[in-house]
């Protein structure tokens, strides 16, 4: 038998069924919020502070100060989406 003379097999014309999709949980319903991609974000922002090697965060250097400003103000975010109270300072009387 040629090349040419090779012939596909004749498919079944059924096509293939597929479950209905379940319920999404509660955790994978979270995960598509955009509560859930805003502290994935900030987690990822997190990242990007830059650290001295005495461990602190460097803050002298343009890009620290920039890394750390946008992770502040993506943290202020997520705080007034969680509606997270600020604690009192009276620590530091």
């Known amino acids: ?5 090779f012939e596909f097999p ?6 293939a069924q597929t479950a209905p999709p379940r319920p999404l949980t509660e955790i994978e ?8 991609l805003l502290m994935e974000n900030t987690v990822m922002m997190s990242d990007h502070l830059k650290q001295r090697a005495d461990e602190k965060y ?3 250097s343009e890009d620290g100060q920039r890394a750390c400003k946008r992770f502040l103000n993506q943290l202020e975010r997520l705080c007034e989406v ?3 109270n600020c604690s009192t300072r009276t620590y530091r009387d």
Do not use: G, Q, W
């Open 10 to 15: 004749k498919l079944i014309p059924i096509r």
């Open 82 to 84: 969680f509606k997270a």
């Open 58 to 60: 460097d803050l002298d």
């Open 1 to 5: 038998m040629s090349e040419d003379d």
């Open 29 to 36: 319903e979270f995960r598509r919020s955009s509560d859930f």
